[in-house]
């Protein structure tokens, strides 16, 4: 088995910064390439709720190819926000604010969005959907996979997740990013 491929300097930039920051939890690099692939077919705007030190920022940044592309992420914590700031500092086509991810509800269409499934309140399908452009992809991080149906965790319907992939408006699927983690992709309609 070969050693997996170097990651990019952006990327590398924000786990220092995370180390520094104390920071332990963001986005696993499997979720990142995958990030990173996705976002080399977008242009327009992008967007991440919850940006953490900026590591999932970072390896959206690291697949942009469409130099008038924008990216933009929100997070809450003062010191977060202002250590991921710090990846991005000479960087025109990222933006970090130091607000709810709420506040970006009203700056899409987004082509792409990243978002956590920690909060499944907030990241249901119905709050989301008219923020993507039709074409537009929702990466929803942070599942455990499942094999059955409907998909259970913890002993209980994942709603969520069902929520994801039953939805009309988008064509979606769980994808496998490593043995012990999935995403959900949904493009919309």
Do not use: H
């Amino acid at each position: 088995m070969s050693a997996p491929p170097d990651l990019p300097d952006v990327v590398l930039r924000a786990f220092d910064v995370c180390r520094r920051a104390g920071y332990v939890s963001f986005c696993r690099n499997e979720t990142g390439r995958l990030l990173a692939a996705l976002a080399a077919t977008r242009s327009g705007v992008m967007a991440e709720f919850g940006t953490g030190c900026g590591v999932g920022t970072a390896w959206l940044r690291s697949g942009v190819r469409d130099d008038t592309a924008q990216i933009l992420t929100a997070e809450l914590d003062p010191k977060l926000a202002a250590a991921a700031s710090e990846i991005f500092v000479d960087d025109a086509l990222v933006d970090v604010l130091t607000a709810d991810w709420s506040t970006l509800m009203d700056k899409g269409p987004y082509s792409l969005l990243f978002m956590d499934s920690g909060e499944p309140d907030a990241v249901r399908v119905d709050r989301i959907a008219d923020l993507v452009e039709p074409g537009g992809l929702v990466v929803l991080d942070d599942f455990y996979p499942c094999e059955m149906w409907p998909p259970i965790t913890a002993g209980r319907v994942d709603t969520l997740r069902e929520e994801w992939l039953t939805d009309e408006r988008f064509t979606a699927v769980e994808v496998m990013v490593a043995p012990d983690a999935s995403v959900v992709l949904a493009t919309r309609r």
